[in-house]
Every structure is written in C-alpha cells, then in structure tokens.
C-alpha cells in the first residue's frame, strides 16, 4: 500500500516538473526568435548609436587637432618667411649702404683730382716763365718723371723710384705717364718682394714724420696683405707701438686729413640740425676715431656728448 502511495507520489511530481519546463522552454524560444524585432533589438540599436556618437566625437576631436597643427605649421612658415624678409632686407639695405659709401668715396676722389687739376691750371704748377703748362708740356713734364723712376729703378733704388710714380699719379691725371706710373705700381704692391718692402718703406718715413694715422695704415695695409712676409713682423710691432703709446693722438695730419675731419664734423652737425641723432653721432665717431688729436675731434667729442644726451 506505501508502496503504491509513493509511486504516485513521484509521477505526479514528474508530472507537475515537466509542466513547468514546457512554459520555460517555451518563453526561451519565442525571444531567441523574436531578439531581431523585440526588446533585444532596441537595445542593439542604442549601443550601435553610442558607438556611432563615440566615433564620431573621435573623428571631430581628430580634425580638431589637425585644424590645430595646420594652424601652427602655416604661423611657423609665416615666421620664418618674415625673419627671411627682415634678413634679405638687412642685406639689402647694408649692400646699399656700402653702395653710398663707394660713391661718396669717389667722388671725393673725383672733387680732389678736379681741385688739383683746377689748382694746376690756375698757376700753382707753372711751366718756365710762370706760364700754365699746356697738355703737351704736361704731357713732358710727366714722361719726364716717368724716366727718373725707372733710372731709379735700374739703380735699385726702390722707394725713390715709388715716390716719382706716386707724384706722376698725383699730380698728372690723364696722362699717357700717369697711366703707366699707376699701373707699375700695382703691380709692385701686388707682389713679393716688392710690396712688403715698399708698404714698410713707406709706412716707416711717415712714422719719422709723425704722421702716425698714415702710418699705421701702412702698416696694417703690410700685415694684412703679407702675412707671412719677412717685414710684416717689423709692421705689427710699429702697429703696436703705435696703438701702446697712443701716437694717433699725437699725429700729425696733413691739409687734406684735416679738410677731411672738417667736412665730416660739418656732416654730423648738420645730420645734428636735422634731428637725425644716429647719423650725427656716426659722423662724430668718425671724426673722432680716425683723426684722434685734432682740432675738430675735439669739438667733435664734445658735439657727440651732447647728441648722445638729445
């Protein structure tokens, strides 16, 4: 009898469980089939629309900082185009300047050939009787000199025989002489032995002048062409004897030295007068550094202390 009661105990338990199974089993299967179109499915479509966003803000982030670099490589290249223009017109505006300069120059050494020959015409190289020499009586007097030069030349007599071509470039401009004198002497300073020797000679007889400042050009000219020459030794000693005792101070400046430091101190008061400071004190310091002693250098210290004040 327990026997019976328990095996229907468990049948009808057996019963029961498979009644539960079969509902669950059920439900399962409707949402795997229903997961594309369900609950399932919407919650697919979110995250495929917060990756998407994600995505997104990762591409704009990139175009931002691409925006970013392209914004500082074109601020570098513009940099570097204007530190490229200020430099091309720094050149350009020295290579100008030294243009001035170059002409400034010659025609300064033009207005004093033109002084000298204005000077010759008007009586001060007069020919036999006080008369003005002709240009064939020039043309003699020179080729003349032209003879003694090379006669001294023959002789061994260096420095004599320069000095003549010298005279025949500096006084006879436009000969057939003086062409020939300034080509001789090129060519003499333009070589060993003879440059040393004549840039020496020469800078030693304005030293015993007391003309220090040609000098001292003399000899800087020796050093800096024949370094290695036997008297550039002799050169860079009187170089700093020179500069050691403060000669230039105490040298001595011929009439056209002292016509030059005149006319740059007239420069810089005018520049001064002008209101323009910076070239008023160029041209104090000029007068000042290349003919230190002299009358106008001193006013010229004194005017460049008051410019520097201004």
């Known amino acids: 009898m327990r026997m019976t009661r328990l095996a229907a105990t468990l049948v009808f338990s057996s019963a029961v469980l498979a009644l539960a199974v079969s509902p669950a089993q059920a439900r399962s299967s409707r949402t795997n089939r229903n997961r594309d179109t369900g609950p399932y499915r919407l919650i697919d479509r979110d995250d495929d629309a917060a990756r998407k966003k994600k995505e997104d803000e990762r591409k704009k982030q990139a175009e931002e900082r691409k925006r970013i670099q392209d914004e500082r490589r074109k601020q570098q290249d513009d940099a570097r185009k204007a530190l490229e223009a200020q430099r091309k017109a720094s050149v350009e505006k020295a290579k100008q300047a030294q243009q001035a300069r170059q002409k400034a120059a010659q025609a300064k050494a033009k207005a004093k050939a033109t002084k000298k020959v204005a000077a010759r015409k008007g009586g001060k190289k007069a020919g036999k009787g006080g008369k003005t020499p002709t240009g064939d ?148 310091r000029r007068v000042i550094e290349e003919y230190p002693g002299c009358r106008f250098a001193k006013m010229a210290e004194e005017k460049l202390a008051a410019a520097q004040q201004t």
Not at 214 to 236: D, H, I, T, W, Y
Not at 262 to 269: D, I, M, N, P, V
Request: include cysteine.
């Open 137 to 284: 009586e020039r043309e003699e007097e020179a080729a003349t000199l032209r003879e003694d030069a090379d006669k001294a030349f023959d002789k061994g007599e260096l420095l004599p025989g320069v000095k003549l071509l010298r005279q025949i470039v500096d006084e006879y401009g436009g000969t057939d002489a003086e062409k020939s004198a300034e080509s001789q002497l090129d060519l003499l300073l333009s070589q060993e032995p003879f440059g040393p020797m004549i840039l020496l000679g020469e800078g030693e007889e304005r030293f015993g002048e007391m003309r220090y400042r040609c000098a001292r050009n003399k000899f800087a000219a020796l050093v800096q062409r024949f370094p290695r020459s036997e008297q550039a030794e002799a050169g860079r000693k009187r170089l700093d004897e020179i500069r050691d005792n403060d000669l230039l101070s105490k040298s001595l400046y011929t009439d056209e030295e002292i016509e030059d430091a005149r006319l740059w101190f007239l420069a810089g008061s005018i520049h001064l007068e002008n209101g323009r400071r910076g070239e008023a004190v160029s041209a104090y």
